[in-house]
């Protein structure tokens, strides 16, 4: 896991980080539509989200095994957790189309806040838990999710 401000991703090895700064430098990350758009085929595309942040009980952990996830925050700010895997409970089976496997973890739980403007790469098999509430209630947030096709 890699958490800094977006504009410090250059200095990670983070595969097709130029990329993604040419794709923020030259689209207006607020205006981007809901949806998924290709950036390199599927190799690289990101899912622009717009919602309400939620109580964590509410969400699920969440792996995948194929691509890397690097969550930048746009506007407003939410808490992500992650736990270590051997504190871990399979919750469904890997769902190979959709590149994901979903956890429940009752300990060792890690909270880290979002804010705008930063991001958190995930690599394959690194579980979380995004869009949880910080504490103050729902709150709005836009965030870009870009996919990193990184194995298999």
Known sequence: MIYDQITQLSRYNVPMA??????LETHDAEELPVGEIEI?????FVR???YATRLSSEGRFEAHQVYIDLQYVVKGAETM????????????????QGDYQFFTAD???TDVVVREGEFVVYYP???HR???QRGRGPEAVKKLVFK???MK
């Open 130 to 132: 995004p869009m949880c």
């Open 40 to 44: 390199n085929g599927r190799e690289l």
């Open 48 to 50: 622009p989200a717009e």
């Open 81 to 96: 957790q992650f736990a270590p895997s051997n504190r871990l409970f399979k919750a469904t089976e890997y769902d190979v």
């Open 107 to 109: 300990t060792d739980i």
């Open 148 to 150: 990193i096709k990184g």
């Open 18 to 23: 130029d990329v993604i700064i040419n794709f």
């Open 125 to 127: 098999g690194e579980a």
